[in-house]
């Protein structure tokens, strides 16, 4: 069965020191995967997708970027931290029916 | 997001049935969706339906597609304590991505 991870779970952060979350997902091979952002008591913004080894998409001009070095792994990153990045982020993976299964989440808070 | 829209809360006796109501303006979209977030956790996909369909039933969980008003909904019967979430709807049209709505937060009072 797939399975989606997330880490870290919690992190807190001052502004203007980089950033690593990274997503792994087993049992599935070349998955969609997605970067969602989801502020307090807000809805989820997309952030990245990534249909491939190298391929990622930009839905928002924003202080992130988004790597996928590997077919299973998805990382989302930033070099200076901003008081906006606040949030909590969700990794997810798509199923060929649209489908998406979502980690667990990574709780950021910037001071 | 701007393409999906609900109710922000919906407070609700233990008990009694809930209905979380939804719009969407894209008349493209293929599938819609109902997550289910619990606090501090991620979303959990509840059910979801295909456009040429009306209805969806699946245990004590009914989805209501009116494709005409572009109008989605979700009843809960029997509401219980653990149904008190936030509940999202979303749709996809397009090939690689899901549009949600901002989600309805859902308070099951005893």
């Known amino acids: 069965s797939q399975t989606i991870h997330q880490w870290p779970a919690t992190l807190v952060q001052p502004v203007g020191s980089p950033l690593s979350l990274e997503c792994t997902v087993e049992g599935t091979s070349n998955p969609n995967l997605y970067w969602y952002r989801q502020a307090a008591g807000r809805g989820l913004q997309l952030l990245f997708y990534?249909?491939?080894?190298?391929?990622i998409s930009s839905e928002v001009p924003q202080n992130l970027s988004a790597s996928r070095p590997q077919d299973r792994q998805f990382i989302l990153s930033s070099k200076k931290l901003l008081l906006s990045d606040s949030g909590f982020y969700l990794c997810a993976w798509r199923t060929s029916t649209g489908e998406l299964f979502f980690g667990e989440g990574s709780r950021l808070t910037v001071l | 997001g701007e393409d999906v829209e609900q109710s922000l809360f919906l407070s609700v006796r233990e008990g009694d049935s809930s209905v979380i109501n939804c719009t969407y303006t894209d008349s493209s979209s293929t599938y819609l969706y109902w997550y289910k977030q619990e606090p501090g956790a991620g979303l959990q996909l509840l059910t979801y339906i295909f456009s040429n369909m009306d209805m969806k039933q699946d245990q004590r969980l009914t989805v209501l597609l009116n494709k005409k008003d572009k109008h989605l909904s979700l009843r809960i019967a029997d509401t219980q304590t653990g149904d008190s979430a936030i509940y999202f709807c979303a749709e996809t049209s397009r090939d690689y991505k899901l549009s949600f709505g901002a989600g309805t937060t859902v308070t099951v009072r005893a």
């Open positions: 990534s249909v491939g080894i190298g391929q």
